[in-house]
């Protein structure tokens, strides 16, 4: 079950993180990984621990917010099976703290960034015909978080996204979902929390696992389970559906 042999995917932002975790998981399941990164070197390192394993891989530099570095990129991997638009960047502000230069920066990558992909990439997963999408969105698309404006707001995107592209290329054999984390240990939590509560960092780190109802944060590996089996063929009859993976927040927090 949930093999990928012969399969080709385009993970992005698969240098760090829950990106990571697909990519190694999706290689060792039998996957080509191609590995769209802002971060050449994560993602170089990356293909070599894939390698090491005996998987295929290869990293590609590449700012997925550039629409032509995209497509030129995908236009050089050619055919694929598998998206997975996971590349995404944070961000900590209200509506009136947010700076249109920081707003703009997460509508570019989060949002565009994930177009730009989805663009570049159709053409190439209507010829496999059995396509498959995965977006990253996060519990922030669907719940009130407090302090994350921007973010949100392209999470929010993610999710609308996912649904219609879903309804437009179904009829070309093309699947696509969404897969909403809460809190996940992982560079992009630690980074966060470095920049912006210096100082206090093990109370927020502990606050923040508390925010789960399950006690602790994700691993970026459960979220890469659930992708496997949403971009393998078991999951053929899923399509246009956000999966939370959240430790109980959405449901369970009161
Ligand atoms: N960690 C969490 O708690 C959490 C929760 C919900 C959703 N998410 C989402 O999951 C995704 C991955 O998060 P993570 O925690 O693994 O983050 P991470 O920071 O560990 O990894 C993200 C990777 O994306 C790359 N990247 C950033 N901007 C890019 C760009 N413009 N072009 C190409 N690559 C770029 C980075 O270099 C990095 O390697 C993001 O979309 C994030 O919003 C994370």
New binding site residues.
């Given amino acids: 079950m949930f093999s990928l042999k012969g399969k080709s995917a385009i993970i ?10 697909i990519s190694v998981l999706f290689a060792k399941q039998g996957a080509k990984v191609h590995i ?4 050449a070197d ?2 170089q390192q990356t293909v070599t621990e894939i390698e090491a394993e005996g998987g295929a891989a290869t990293a590609y530099g ?5 629409q032509e570095a995209v497509v030129n990129t995908f236009n050089q991997i050619g055919e694929i099976d598998i998206l997975v ?6 961000h900590i502000g209200k509506a009136d703290t947010t700076s249109e230069e920081d707003f703009t920066k997460v509508f ?3 949002v565009k ?1 994930a177009y730009n992909c989805l663009y570049a990439a159709i053409p190439a997963l209507k010829k496999s015909r059995s396509g498959v999408i995965l977006n ?5 698309a669907v719940v009130g978080i407090t302090d994350r404006f921007a ?1 949100s707001m ?2 929010g995107a ?1 999710f609308a996204m996912t649904l219609s592209v879903a309804r437009d290329y179904m009829a070309d054999g093309i699947r696509c979902n969404s ?11 630690d ?1 966060f929390i470095a920049k912006n509560y210096a100082g206090q960092e093990a109370e927020v780190f502990e606050k ?1 696992s508390k925010s789960q109802p399950v006690g602790r ?2 691993k ?1 590996e459960e ?1 890469a389970s659930l992708a496997l089996y949403l971009c393998s063929e078991e999951a053929g009859f899923i399509t246009g559906n956000d999966y939370p993976l959240d430790g109980g927040f959405i449901k369970l927090n009161n």
């Fill in positions: 992005t932002g698969g240098g760090s993180g829950i990106g990571k975790a769209i990164e802002l971060n994560a993602a590449c700012d997925v917010s550039n638009n996971n590349a995404g960047i944070a570019n990558v989060n960034g990253m969105a996060s519990i922030a973010y392209s999470k993610i897969i909403s984390p809460a809190r996940v240990h992982t560079p992009f939590v980074g923040l944060m994700g970026p979220v």
